[in-house]
């Protein structure tokens, strides 16, 4: 073979050899890809596997039903709670319509907030009555769809029992329509109005209004609670009776922030009482507080002055506040007899929303409310220690320390309760 042979070969086997180190590398990139892409997918199914796991464990142990059905109406997921409620096997239950599963009555009433959901492609809370196993049960259901391609694909529900709840609630029903009827025969047999446990402790009388104080309005703020309205209305009046004389001297000493948080309180306890004159008297000085006119403000301390006589006044006129000794210690003992924790809950929830709102008027407010009707010589001395404590840290506006304060508060007073 001549040179220029030899040197044509050379030169194909270089161009060959060439496209298989390109070959090579394209390969080469091609399995990394794909090592990478195994990777990644293997990845995703781990994840997705987790998840599938953390699905089912969730709906394993929900208490409440929990469902998803076709577009017709099918079962194609039941959770362990409705399995149980429909007392099937998972093989019973998929795949199979209300129809098939509830008497024709019932399915049909289903299937009409099926329908109501996946025509408006709007969630629907509804109580569904359902007979299982001859006892009739009320479910709080929640039906949404769920879509693909923006359209209603599938309908997905929560159940939840409440059942007990429903039941309570006419039991109570029933009690309190039954306390009624002996209220309003009593009511016109002796031609008065009278609180809502009146019956319990008959010997305590008191009329519908005073001179400055609307009892039957704030009888109502309180549930109808008699023995506690008392209990505000005393410690009110022990508490605001030199009122005047000390925010004279607060305005004296130019102190008008404290002044302002003083007659915030008032306003608030006023209102709880239903104070109503006094209520609005204390506005108007609050309102002056923030302007810092110390002419204006003793002005306007005069109808505050005077509100706080009339509802001194009209507290005397309550039987049950000027007994003799022996009637007031027996209306404490009842008292004692009668209070429960439910009576404070509202206060405690205002006072925690006002500490996390760090906010020393409305607390101020708040626990002037709540000492109206917390006494702490009715538990052990820790708890009135730990209300004291309360007081000082809300005080000196340790809000942080007050939540923790009060929280150990709550749980003491529940725990003797």
């Known amino acids: 073979m001549n040179n220029v042979g030899n040197n044509q070969l050379h030169l194909w086997i270089a161009d060959l050899k060439k496209q ?23 990845r995703t199914e781990l994840v997705l596997h987790e998840c599938r796991k953390i699905f089912y464990s969730f709906m394993k142990y929900l208490p409440a039903l929990a469902f998803m059905k076709d577009h017709s109406g099918r079962y194609l997921y039941c959770n362990e709670a409705h399995k149980k409620m429909l007392n099937v096997y998972p093989a019973d239950c998929i795949g199979k319509t209300d129809e098939e599963l509830w ?9 009409g907030n099926d329908n109501i959901v996946m025509s408006k492609g709007k969630a629907l809370n509804t109580v569904e009555v359902l007979t299982v196993k001859d006892e009739i049960q009320h479910y709080l259901t929640s039906k949404f769809p ?10 997905g529900g929560v159940a939840i029992n409440i059942t007990n709840k429903i039941n309570t609630e006419e039991k109570f029903r029933k009690k309190e329509n039954s306390e009624y009827e002996r209220r309003t025969e009593y009511e016109a047999k002796n031609d008065i109005q009278i609180p809502a446990d009146f019956l ?21 703020r309180l549930d109808g609670s008699w023995e506690l309205y008392l209990d505000i209305l005393s410690f009110f009046c022990k508490d605001r009776k030199n009122f005047v004389r000390d925010f004279r001297n607060l305005i ?3 102190e008008f922030e404290t002044a302002l948080i003083k007659a915030h309180a008032l306003k608030g306890s006023a209102a709880t009482i239903s104070a109503t004159e006094l209520c609005k008297a204390a506005k108007i000085l609050e309102e002056a507080c923030r ?6 403000i003793l002005d306007l301390l005069y109808p505050v002055e005077k509100a706080l006589e009339q509802v001194m006044v009209s507290c005397k006129k309550i039987p ?6 022996d009637d007031i210690t027996k209306s404490a003992e009842i008292g004692n007899k009668v209070f429960d924790i439910s009576n404070l809950s509202v206060f405690f929830r205002k006072l925690r929303k006002s500490l996390q709102e760090s906010d020393p008027v409305e607390s101020e407010c708040c626990l002037a409310e709540i000492k109206s009707c917390f006494s702490p010589d009715r538990f052990d001395p820790e708890t009135g220690a730990l ?31």
Request: positive net charge.
């Open 252 to 254: 004296e000493k130019k």
């Open 146 to 155: 769920i879509f693909k391609h923006g359209k209603p694909f599938l309908l």
């Open 200 to 220: 319990r402790h008959p010997e305590l009388q008191i009329p519908d209004s005073l001179p400055g104080l609307d009892i039957r309005k704030g009888l109502k």
């Open 387 to 417: 209300f004291q404590e309360l007081i000082q840290q809300a005080d000196t506006y340790n809000f942080d320390d007050a939540r923790e304060t009060l929280n150990r508060l709550v749980q003491k007073i529940e725990q003797k309760n």
């Open 103 to 111: 008497p024709p009555e019932l399915a049909k009433r289903l299937k």
């Open 320 to 325: 049950v506040l000027t007994h003799t000794e």
């Open 20 to 42: 298989l180190d390109k070959q090579s590398a394209e390969q080469a990139k091609l399995k990394k890809e794909l090592r990478e892409e195994t990777a990644r997918r293997r």
């Open 291 to 296: 302007n810092k006119n110390t002419e204006q």
